[in-house]
């Protein structure tokens, strides 16, 4: 068993940079940041991600996008003596020159880092352990159940036009979460969707680039089922099917989505480990909850307080898959609540009334919201994350802002103590 100082799963590039310890951290995880560093690159690329502010607001006629490469030319500058990366060097150098960047250069960058990086990682024959995954339901059956089409019409346009217009692009596409097992709490629960890209797709600048198109589309449909969701598509490529680390997307999930595509059958994958992947996450959400006490991360107004609120329902899930143990959100409740006391537990039951006492909060009419994102998806989504909208009445009786605070800093520094940092090297 092999330890790292909480440091390295805090923020390896600062650890690093600050000890210079790479010669003790095994190849694979630095090979492993890299790999994530480029999932995130396409991630933002696919869905607006990488735009900053004015490219937002005035979208498509500002369309330059943040140059994000900084991390990825740090991981592979790590590996360059012992790894034939020069290419992949090569072009991360040439990009993290400039600021920023056009989408189809960008498409270029992405499609040759794809590229040159998975065949090199395909030669390595790093230790992998093949999973077949199952899907839950099919979309017709998925259909079949929805009672309410004029709340869920967003999502059933928008398979709609994945299965018309994005098929050719993807292995496969995919509802999840409480819209997809039909548990949802109307204008509570957002809009989940995963989409698993081909690897023709990637590598060709032209076709990826299309596929961003088309998916900077699907965007006033999440907005319309949550005008406060945080996050597009959930993303795969292909390539990474053969060296796959959970927490892109855990299986577990699988089993309680809905096929939109009726492509696939089984689906089948070569897991890698995702220790420390799985801790760096679980760390960033304790951090980000314990900064609220600081004054740093004082929810301002209705749209950080819901980020906290789905936060705090899902450090039990990341909890217990840095244990290596995956459930679906609502079945890790139970589980998670054996290894914390009451007192500690206590937010987590306190943010569940608020969920089940969510009342509707639209602050834009449904006709100007349509129109508007015609033209521009994300210039209403502007206006609920930076706007000053006020949190509804119902959830300040529940729990003031306080206890809320004073129950969420418990409650994250409890998972901070329960932390296993040891690697285990199988």
């Avoid at 990825?72 to 990009?95: E, I, M, Q, R, S």
């Avoid at 409480?178 to 690897?199: G, H, M, P, Q, V």
């Amino acid at each position: 068993m092999k330890k790292y100082p909480l440091d390295f799963f805090t923020d390896p590039v600062r650890f690093i940079k600050c000890h210079q310890e790479v010669a003790h951290i095994d190849d694979a995880i630095l090979i492993n940041f890299l790999q994530d560093e480029l999932h995130i690159l396409l991630y933002e690329f696919l869905n607006g991600g990488d735009f900053n502010r004015p490219a937002r607001i005035f979208f498509p006629v500002f369309k330059r996008l943040k140059n994000n490469t900084g991390r990825a030319y740090f991981f592979a500058g790590l590996l360059k003596n012992k790894y034939p990366l020069d290419n992949v060097l090569t072009l991360l150098k040439k990009t993290k020159e400039n600021k920023d960047i056009l989408p189809y250069k960008k498409a270029e960058m992405i499609s040759q880092l794809y590229s040159d990086f998975y065949p090199f990682l395909n030669k390595l024959k790093l230790k992998t352990n093949e999973r077949s995954v199952n899907i839950g339901n099919a979309y017709e059956y998925w259909r079949e159940k929805v009672t309410d089409i004029g709340y869920l019409k967003p999502v059933i346009e928008a398979r709609d036009f994945i299965y018309n217009e994005m098929k050719s692009h993807l292995l496969g596409a995919y509802l999840h979460g409480s819209l997809s097992t039909l548990d949802y709490k109307k204008n509570w629960s957002d809009f989940d969707a995963l989409i698993i890209i081909r690897e023709e797709t990637i590598t060709n600048p032209k076709k990826l680039l299309q596929l961003r198109n088309l998916s900077l589309k699907i965007t006033p449909k999440f907005f319309a089922i949550d005008p406060f969701q945080h996050h597009g598509f959930f993303i795969i490529a292909e390539q990474a099917m053969a060296y796959y680390p959970q927490h892109f997307f855990p299986f577990e999930l699988f089993k309680f989505s809905t096929d939109l595509l009726g492509a696939n059958g089984a689906l089948t994958f070569k897991e890698r480990d995702s220790f420390v992947e799985r801790i760096n996450i679980l760390i960033n959400f304790c951090n980000y909850i314990k900064k609220l006490k600081t004054g740093k991360k004082i929810p301002r107004n209705i749209f950080e307080y819901k980020c906290l609120f789905h936060s705090l329902l899902l450090l039990p899930a990341l909890y217990l898959e840095s244990q290596g143990k995956y459930f679906y959100k609502k079945f890790s409740f139970a589980e998670a609540k054996k290894q914390f006391t009451q007192k500690e537990w206590d937010i987590i039951e306190t943010v569940s009334r608020i969920r089940n006492a969510w009342e509707p909060v639209k602050f834009i009419p449904d006709s100007f919201f349509g129109l508007v994102s015609i033209y521009n998806p994300f210039l209403t989504h502007l206006v609920y994350k930076y706007g000053k909208i006020n949190l509804p009445a119902g959830p300040r009786k529940i729990c003031s802002r306080d206890n809320l605070i004073e129950g969420a800093y418990r409650m994250a520094s409890a998972v901070m103590s329960k932390l296993e940092l040891e690697y285990p090297n199988e």
